[in-house]
């Protein structure tokens, strides 16, 4: 059974950070990459990054310049460094497997507000 967990999510005033964390259990972690995207209110979901198991990285244009997504083979864990972050950053963020089929995490609120 492949589970992802994400955590880390939070109110955050504009220009903070949060890391946020996604551990995945049960899956081909080490050959699978593991991407990040959110879904704003009233908005279909977006992809904001990927990282594969030789740790290739690639970023959606909005959020290049701001987030870093890392992992750590020996934690199974994928994470979200988000800096500067803005109002519109504000959605539920979720991990993803993908494998032969893909999973997904049940999310984690990310509010930025003043």
Known sequence: ????????????????????????????????????HRQAPGKQREF??????????????????RFTISRDSAKNTVYLQMNS???KDTGVYYCRDHGAVDYWGQGTQ???SS
Do not use: H, M
């Open 110 to 112: 990310v509010t930025v």
């Open 85 to 87: 972050l803005k109002p």
């Open 1 to 36: 059974q492949v589970q992802l967990v994400e955590s880390g999510g939070g109110l955050v005033q504009p220009g903070g950070s949060l890391r946020l964390s996604c551990a995945v259990s049960g899956s081909r972690f080490s050959i699978n990459a593991v991407s990040w």
């Open 48 to 65: 904001l990054a990927v990282i594969t198991s030789r740790g290739t990285t690639n970023y959606a244009d909005a959020v290049k310049d």
